[in-house]
């Protein structure tokens, strides 16, 4: 691979892991169901950028652009999904707090 | 890693890491929502900007556009919180969530520190030039398949999960 | 013609939500079980004339790079059996026509996703079925929408979409080394030695992989799933889900793709003993019947790593033996759970006892189902564990194979306690057996562990010796 | 060849009509019994690739596997007419009559099986169907089943343990080709196998569960399993071990450990025997005590201890079970087995009381009844070994007459304690006179099991020695008659200061501290044997407590160390999906960590 794709592969690989670690932390900190599933969309958004990015530096945009629109379907029915059991579970608790989560345990 | 050049594709970056951060220590589920949006706009200008439109476009509509209706129908259908609720937990929120710039810093820190070595040898691919419409038809159209069931999985989950049982389970 | 597997199902999916509802709710569940009982035959069969003829027009249209081998065959069999199991067992304990039907398609739409699973060759084909796979369970969890279906629902969906992102990742990665997603050309590119990136992008990979099959630490979401789902689901779920999502994928990949270096070994001979022993010891405190079954889900996992981890050929054909076992003895286990909660409405096991006089044909079944678990001969159960052990022994593994017998022991135990407390012992009066669909799945499904157990040496001939292929590609 | 045979009584076993269950399970004992005399005295070797993994289905018929299977054939037979009558309208009865035959079938596969592995895979499904037969006796026998099946397991895990390294040292796995040397590995993989072996049999300390199952279990139960097929299985397994697969010789350091616990196992088992007040108790810790004698007289290594040992444990599978079958029909008939409750049942049950005592006098050593012909052998054997063994076996053998001396007096002499007690039905009848007669048949006539059976097994090399006939060292028999001779004493001495048959012998239980003081003055000749039965009395004590140590450790310590490690795995999962995704990616970070190593 050329020096210069590597590097650019380089600088988009360093802010993408910050945008992970943003997420992640959002995922294993938040006490609040819909936050949780917002930071997993900030986590599903930085993969798809990373594919876009080896994408373009391995020249196979098209192959990837494919992937990442399936990705991009996908990810779309998980965060309805997640989003209703989310407003499932408010009705029945009547708050999101990830803290009522708790009954299933041992 | 080396420390990235400054262009545009920098900035760019270093504002979506801003946007994601807000996002995450946003005060209320709105501005976070809000903040998703942009992270994912600013996303998809980078798509445009490693040449692929045809992916900016989708993160676009269905990223900033859908998921935002999603998630800001899903807020206002359940209970807001009082005003001393949240000012009560963004105290909170502050202790917990303080942390993240930190951690942030630290591993900006870190990752430069690594060095990864680019012995990365790609074959060169016949695909390069193809158009994306003719390889998602061509050879992915599995994942078209894919696409399909997905989406009826999809329809009949929100039909399940969204449908009000006329008696009221526990 | 394999893509017909998928194809067919997805037609007839399609067809069965056009208008008219009336008749169609009808006839899903025979269409389900038509499908079902098909894909078994044509496992059982693997005849050529299916499996290698490509048609003409489908030849360049549907230009899918399915590979069908042996280890694809146990899986779709297996995959079939299960989807029947929970069939028979979904028409039973849910009397509401519309609920069912809405359950019967999902559970093709998640039958489809494993058999795409296990028949394509592209990695990133296998994430899409995988993911459909997920989709469907997690509707399928939450289906009953009471707060623990709920609540197993959301941690399955955590879990399994940080597996995802995991694998994502991975993907990522793996296109930057190779440019294609085909298991063959990463597999060549994988292989140079010291390229720090892609053993990272392998370990996210595998590691998504055991987040999806619960394997200990990753496996927590599992009890809380197993038992929150509805009975039929829980059948699916324990008997095939997992162990196509995360078990068959990463043998798959790493016969395929990875390759097995020394690291990799000692990590998955690590990961197997550990499982093993957490998932027994934590099974021996469960008071909740479904609860206890998970983790001994769990502790078998722990021998198909342990086994498959040995690298040689008896290992891995203990551990896809094992692997098949598994589904049935488990999901026999579910169904009977699903049939003394379908009459005591409860599954916790200090409120059981004295079932089997009442409920003979659950009973007995469980007894073997519990035997079988137990490794106990002639039951199909023991010669996996067997190959296993002895397998382990010749690689020169002993520490590891001495953790697999004792193991069994508390395997034995467990299921002795949940045997005792919920079958034998004081009467449980106005009980009554279960369904006809319940007792149909649970005594076909202890047929086949008897039926295997019995002639296992035509099962090792027939379907276990041709895995020899898959070692050496 | 055999295999049919075993599947056929399988098929019978499953079907579960009552009354037919009951002519099924004896007509497929009859036809066991039929075959078994069939290829009795064939030689035969049936094997069969297997798997392909380097294992064979391999059967072999020989002298030993034959008799051994004829012997089991019989008993099962016999058995099971028994049972037939006595399990009659006890819940549970058709399928102890399966498990019954199914054990049947899987010890014969256990004794043919050439293979270790194949041996292995018959020998753990004999325990399943050993937990299955004392589950069946009701609510209180679960846990000694449970009991049971744990040491058990643990022993068959020693047994699989010393399989493998006998398989890793050998390098094949079939019985016959296997010859190893004790040293190193093989002494470990002797140990093992000796273990599996010794406890199948049920010695100490590997007995603890059969005085409880004694208690709980279904009697006849008692009868074919530690009194016979066990008994049979455990010390075929060691003659194997210890004659064919393992090159030992008389002086080495593992026929020294197999006498010892032989030795421990006949002194301790007895003491204990000689203070229990129940029926069927006291004879499940002779059946202990007798297992003793045989591995004493195989561990001598000597021919005539071999012969002795294989002699005894056929005379002991005879009276043993006849002896819980005479338990048995007390025990149908007046519905107790507790001595104090017992007595005077001679005039009553003149038949039982019969065989009674012709099997206690076996046991006991009394000629010319089979037991003393094989104690002799072992005696022969033990004496040219060492002395201490042969002080040990005559101790044991002390006790032994002691203890049924009290046994008969208690339950079958004195006042009767019920009236109207009848005589049992014949079915249960037959099986006992037939046993006693063979008893009565192996005593006067013991040259035709010695030299027609016993003799071809240990092979050439014994010219010139004719073991058969009355014992040739005339110093021990006169030994040995004077030992009994002091047991009756004894028993007549203490029935004389208790004026009570069963507590006839409990001065040797309770020989009390201040008591002693006072006879060592009173009596100064007698008092060696007091101190001795103070020795005695320690020992017993000590027996006890090592006893409830063993229990403990079964009973108490392995669930609560269990239930340690489960509760913490169990409060770890706190049901919070966070920690979880932690576990996750923590596991993660290691484990790529460690694969980038």
Known sequence: ?106 | MTIPHISIDTILLFTMVAAALWTVMGRSLLKATIGLAITSAIISILMFRLNSPLAAVFELSVCTGLITVVFVSTISLTKPLTHKEIVELSKERHKRFGYLPIIIIVTAIVLTLIKIRNNVAVAPGADITADVRQVMWNIRHLDMFGQILIIIAGALGVVILFEERKRDEW | MPSLLILVPLIGLVALNLPNKDIMRKLAFWFALGLFITQILLAIQHHPVFWNYQLEKMDSFFRVNFSVDHLSFIMLLCIGIVSTASLLVARHTIHDEKERFKLINLLIIASIGMSGTVMTSDIFSMYIFLEITAIASFILIAFEKNIYALEGAFKYLMLSATATIMILTSIAILILAAGSTSFSDISQAVRSPGNNIVVVAIGLFLCGLMIKGGVVPFHAWVPDAYSAAPASVSVLLAGIVTKVAGIYTLIRTITAIFGLDGATRSALLMLGAISILVGAFAALGQKNMKRMLAYSSISQIGYIIIGFGTGTFLGIAGAVFHLFNHSMFKALLFVNASAVESRLGTMDMDKMGGLSAKMPVTGATSVIGMLSAAGIPPLSGFWSKLMIIVALWRSGDHAYSIIAILAGVVTLAYLLIMQRKAFFGKDNESVSEAGLGIKTASVMLAGVLVGIGISFPFIFNRFLAPLREIIHR | MILPMVLGILVFALRRARPAADLCAVIATAANLAVSILLFKGNAVFSRAWIGLGFEFSLRLYNLSAFIILAMAAFGFLLTLYSVVFMRGKSGACLFHALVLISLALANGAVLANNLILMLFFWEALGITLWGMIAVGGRHSFRTATKAFIILGICDLCLMAGIAVCGHLAGTLTISKITITTGGLGGLAFIFMAIGAISKAGSMPFHTWIPDAATDAPLPFMAIFPGALEKLLGIYLLTRISLDMFTLSPDSWASFAMMSVGAITLVGAVLMALVQKDYKRLLSYHAISQVGYMILGIGTLLPVGIIGGLFHMINNALYKSCLFLTGGSVEKQTGTTDLEKLGGLGRMMPVTFICFIITAASISGVPPFNGFFSKELIYDGALERGKIFYFAAIFGSFLTAASFLKLGHAAFLGKPQKEDVKEAPVAMLVPMIIIAGLCILFGLWNSLPITEIFRPILGPGLEGHNFAGWPANKNLVLVTILVLIAAVANHLWGFKRTGSGLKAVDHIHYAPGLRTVYEKTEKGKLDPYNLGMKLADVFAGAAASCDKAIDWIYNNFTPSAAGVITGSIVKLHDGNYRTYMLWSIAATAIIISFLLK
């Not at chain 1, 690989?13 to 932390?25: E, H, M, N, R, S």
């Not at chain 1, 936050?35 to 945009?61: C, N, P, Y």
């Not at chain 1, 399936?70 to 999101?96: C, D, M, P, Q, Y």
């Open chain 1, 1 to 106: 691979m050329s020096g210069e794709s590597w590097q650019s592969f380089l600088t988009f690989g360093f802010f993408i892991v910050l945008t992970f670690v943003c997420g992640a932390y959002c995922l294993l900190v938040t006490r609040n169901m819909i936050r949780a599933i917002i930071g997993l969309e900030l986590l599903i958004k930085a993969v798809t950028l990373l594919i876009i990015v080896v994408g373009h530096v391995t020249g196979r945009v098209a192959l990837t652009q494919a992937l990442v629109i399936t990705i991009i379907v996908i990810e779309v029915v998980v965060t309805v999904i997640a989003g209703g059991i989310a407003l499932r579970v408010f009705r029945h608790n009547n708050s999101l707090y990830i803290g009522d989560l708790n009954k299933l345990k041992g």
